[in-house]
């Protein structure tokens, strides 16, 4: 089991078998595989023989997805603005279309993150009127969950030592908990913040810190005075990185990705679009195409102190690090490098899928 990490202690694997731009979510299955999302199909990974393959299940009917989750021997597969999800059987490749509840305004379901607790998984709906979406297993109709405190923009959510789930919100930030066993909200932790977007978050004796995703900074909260506290700055933001997101956490410290895109995302919860503007993609702050970064941004919560976890040189290319997970005590990063030539502007294109992971494969 991973206590401390280091640059050092890492492994990286580039499968040049799979070709693929900026992968998206991913989970790990019973058998110890990893299935990330990929435009419209999947990528599977065995991390001890740092094998890759893309596989596209029939069920998916060329679909675009993100939100992952295991549960049990399957995976349930959420896909965009959509009614339904894919629930699929990685050991014997069946896949079957399965329905989400209904919704009242006839509107769909836009899900772009889940979290696997108390064997359950709990899916985010982003849209008006979303909730939380309880699946107890694969194949069945999710329960919907409404938020008892408006109409937040639930994201994502971390769960917390003690089994609940701690989930930001967007817009006027506050801070959620929900316990998953009784499947109800217990408590909302309201903030002064004004944020556009909120993706990655750490837990540590009591203290949240959240993520302001396009300011540069993480914002604590003391969850058992019910008190926000002094924003955190992070350094280097606008100059190396204009966006903090999604990452893991190993004891006292946070790992966070990094992207050069320096502007505020945000999502029109009515039409479900993006708010981006024009000639977004080079709207970085090296102004070359937008791109995840080589490397984590690190924060200890003991210390205080920032650090980057970074991955080693490639030399045909520059590494696009982009998910991770910490599961069973292994750490797993994913993304692919972009072909580069040295001394040129870093592009965006396909290129040989990679994981950087806490152990080594076999091979």
């Known amino acids: 089991m991973v206590k401390a990490l280091s640059s050092e202690q890492m492994f990286f694997c580039r499968m040049p078998k799979v070709q693929s731009g900026r992968p998206l979510d991913f989970c790990v299955d019973a058998d110890g595989n990893l299935w990330e999302s990929y ?16 596989v596209t299940p029939h069920a998916m009917a060329g679909r675009v997805g993100n939100a992952l989750a295991r549960l049990g021997d399957e995976m349930a597969f959420f896909h965009y603005q959509a009614n339904d999800y894919t629930a699929i059987n990685p050991r014997t490749g069946q896949s079957r279309r399965c329905s989400l509840p209904s919704r009242p305004d006839g509107d769909v379901h836009d899900i772009w993150f889940c979290v696997e607790v108390a064997g359950k998984v709990l899916a985010f709906d982003r849209g008006l009127n979303g909730g939380v979406l309880v699946l107890d297993r694969a194949g069945d109709t999710p329960r919907k969950i409404a ?6 923009e639930m994201v994502d959510g971390m769960v917390l030592p003690d089994g609940r789930v701690m989930i930001p919100t967007a817009g006027r930030m506050s801070l959620l908990m929900f316990d998953p066993a009784n499947e109800i909200f217990t408590q909302e932790i309201q903030s002064d913040y004004e ?26 909260c003391d969850t058992r005075a019910a008190r926000w506290l002094e924003p955190i700055p992070a350094p280097h ?25 320096k502007g505020h995302e945000g999502i029109d919860r009515r039409t479900h679009r993006l708010r981006m503007p024009p000639g977004y993609r080079t709207h970085t702050v090296d102004g070359q195409p937008m791109r995840f970064l ?30 991770s997970k910490y599961q069973h005590g292994k750490v797993f990063i994913t993304g692919h490098v972009i072909p580069t030539t040295p ?18 494969a076999s091979r």
Not at 237 to 261: A, E, H, K, M, P
Request: hydrophobic share 30%.
């Open 195 to 220: 944020i556009s977007f909120t993706w990655g978050c750490m837990f540590h004796e009591g203290i949240a810190y959240v993520a302001d995703t396009s300011g540069g900074r993480l914002l604590p």
């Open 39 to 54: 435009g419209r199909s999947l990528i599977m990974y065995d991390p001890r023989t740092a094998e890759a393959a893309q």
């Open 294 to 323: 080589d490397r984590f941004l690190v924060f200890d919560a003991e210390t205080g102190k920032f650090d980057y976890l970074v991955s080693p040189p490639q030399p045909d290319g520059v590494a696009e690090l982009c998910y």
């Open 147 to 152: 938020c008892p405190y408006g109409d937040p």
């Open 343 to 360: 001394g040129e502007p870093v592009g965006y294109g396909q290129g040989d899928y990679c994981v950087w992971q806490s152990f080594p």
């Open 237 to 261: 933001y606008g100059r190396l990185y204009g966006y903090i997101g999604q990452g893991f956490q190993v004891g006292s410290r946070g790992y966070f990705n990094l992207d050069t895109w």
